[in-house]
């Protein structure tokens, strides 16, 4: 027995809120859309305390309650199941960053007014269901699932941090995570590999609003959950011998250049995506420019970051891909560095949020681009530095006060476009993938402001 639902070809209507029947799901909703918190968390909060199988009501059809079967995740989206008490009536939630974001049923698709783009719904169900709009009964399932716990495995560190563990914080929870690849879990929760075989399970997004949806804004939730990250990485006996190794590697490097007065810059580069033109010429520029002030540098260069539960393995195929880029990069700042002394490298690529937060806490300044790459420096860490991107996308601008953390002006930003889009360079695939070219004076100059170098008390005290 299969299955059918509509799918529809190219776009999903933004009519879900006046299509909805049920008070409940209407409620939640119009909240989603208003940014109300409240409802939302109220729902999240019941599911996560319920132990039995969980029953809502089906969003169409009034009076019918409906159960879920189960889950099945697939890109950015986490769908779940329902059906009636008969097995019929069968519909599907779809989670992204929100706890709702679209519903399918036989006859209807649709997403509320703050749903994530089409594409990332879209492409998501239809390689879920191989491109039909049909899906067989044993794949669905037809019996009442118990929940098990929640999916924190978004591929993207936003995401992952802003949209599902803020929430995950803020549940309090003690159900287990059971997802196998995650950027960051707080130790003490209960982590499950694999889920219970004897019987049906579902398993959940801990989302409430997405954070693009409230505005991106800071809140008590985020605040919070940055908190948990950086203690969580910071504290306890395993950080601390951790901590401990890492002060011994510094006395050993401003030992060997028997130097005291060292600065130590966080670097962030990236070997693909949105690049700044500049950057492997960016560090020995840097180390001309402010050695009449600091007797040595310590350079520690940022870039793609692993899953936490990854044991390091080695990656292969085109999950290699980003880790050897970004590496190529690095060699590259390394050779251009050679000819100064006075200059020690550490490079971050491959390693996880964890392990990079607990190097972070040496640093005294961060450049680093205005997405993912300023988390650790200036979200966990709270360190003072310099963010920069292309002239129309700041992906996090969450926390820039323009005292201890700039952003370059975009007017001093020029745009080359997507280096990666074969045979069309400067085709525009989207303002995220657009890279940029911003001259090196321009942040050597901010960062002499903000660290308050000054050029003419130097030049006087070298007469």
Known sequence: MKYKFHIPSKKLPGSLAQKICSPLWKSVINSIETGNIETVQALVKSIDKHQEAICLPHPFLEN??????????QGMCNFI???????????????CTSFVDAIFTESYAGKHK?????????????????GKNKISSRRYGTKKATFSGYLVDQKRPYHHFYDQLKWLVWLETDKPIVSNNSFFIPRHYKKLSVAQKNKPTFSLFPLVIGSNQLGMKLDQYSEKMEKVVYLDSTQGWRNNVIRSRWNQVFKQIRKVFNKSNTLTLWFGISGQKRIWIEQEDFL???????????????????????????????????????????????????????????????SLVGQTYREKIQHCQAVDFFIANAGAGQLVPHRFCKKP??????EKHCVFPTGINNTTVKIVDKSLVK?????????????????????????????????????NLDDEAMLSVNK
């Open 81 to 95: 199941f329902f059906s009636d008490s008969s097995n019929q009536n069968q519909w599907i939630l779809c989670q």
């Open 385 to 390: 530095g310099i963010l920069h991107s292309n």
């Open 415 to 451: 745009d080359v476009g997507n280096l990666f889009a074969k045979g069309t360079p400067n085709k525009n695939l989207g303002a995220g993938l657009i890279s940029y070219s911003i001259n090196s004076k321009i942040v050597i100059n901010m960062t002499k402001q903000m660290l």
């Open 284 to 346: 020995p520029a840097f180390v001309q420019q402010l050695t009449p002030w600091f007797d040595s540098f310590v350079f520690m260069i940022d870039g793609f970051t692993e899953y936490e539960n990854s044991n390091h393995a080695r990656l292969s195929g085109s999950k290699a891909t980003p880790v050897n880029q970004d590496l190529e990069v690095v060699a590259s700042i390394k050779k251009k560095l050679l000819p100064f002394s006075n200059v020690s490298v550490v």
């Open 114 to 130: 703050s749903s994530v783009n089409d594409d990332a719904i879209l492409n998501a169900i239809r390689k879920l269901f191989n």
């Open 64 to 73: 019918l309650d409906t159960f879920i079967t189960k889950n099945m995740r």
